[in-house]
């Protein structure tokens, strides 16, 4: 039987930090907006970014590895590109709707997206599309049938126990975007699973491993995002 949490907000991002910064936009994995992103998010944002947290469930989340199956099979990839499309220009007008005030359009525009585990999928096609400037994928790659251009610089977090952890399609993927010339950094965290990042999911969690691609993860956005 689905078990489904209502999340807060339903299909509207959330938004933390400054706007005016450079954007963040987190995208979560098959379990949904979980409560242990905005915490994630609010860290983000004491860095010193404007972070957009997305709804890709339409108010649906879970805490159940079958219902998160679900949720993800069910997803509609309209919705869902859309959704991160809206995410990415919220964060573009510095969390204004419409566009901005002529005061502020000298903000910070460039725009970071991290992704997890189905959200890393998701946040690497955006960057194919060429609306970031930077990407964080955890446990997530592309399969040969889209081997597009990568064109903004990439981190990778990879499990050591997952479907994206130290096998040949993940070892493909990271050799097809250095042929691509796309700057690309990959850690591969032992003892882990392809959800290690995500704290509501207790029992999932690993702290270390956790804590060490946050400070990476923070670091590379720092760097790649600064005008």
């Known amino acids: 039987m689905s078990q489904f949490i209502d999340i807060p907000s339903p299909g509207w991002p959330l938004t933390f930090g400054v706007p005016g910064n450079a954007t963040v936009v987190l995208v979560h994995d098959r379990f949904g907006r979980l409560p242990y992103l905005e915490s994630y998010a609010t860290a983000i944002a004491s860095r010193g970014f404007f ?8 108010g649906l989340a879970t805490i159940d590895e079958p219902s998160a199956d679900e949720l993800a099979g069910g997803m509609d990839p309209g919705f869902a590109q859309a959704t991160l499309d809206d995410a990415i220009e919220l964060g573009r007008n510095h969390g204004f709707e419409k566009e901005p005030a002529e005061s502020i359009r000298s903000a910070n525009s460039r725009v970071g997206v991290i992704g997890f585990e189905l959200g890393g999928r998701l946040a690497l096609q955006m960057a194919q599309a060429g609306i970031a400037d930077a990407v964080v994928s955890y446990a997530g790659g592309l399969g040969e049938n889209e081997s597009g251009i990568v064109p903004c ?14 096998g040949w399609e993940a070892d493909a993927f990271v050799s097809r975007l250095k042929e691509m010339g796309t700057p690309v950094t990959r850690h591969t965290y032992l003892g882990t699973n392809d959800i290690f990042a995500n704290a509501t999911l207790v029992e999932r969690l690993n702290k270390n491993a956790a804590a060490l691609a946050f400070a990476r993860s923070t670091n590379f956005l720092l760097e790649q995002l600064a005008e």
């Open 153 to 166: 610089p990439v981190l990778l977090h990879y499990s050591d126990s997952g479907e994206w952890g130290t």
């Open 51 to 58: 972070v957009v947290l997305p709804d890709l469930f339409n």
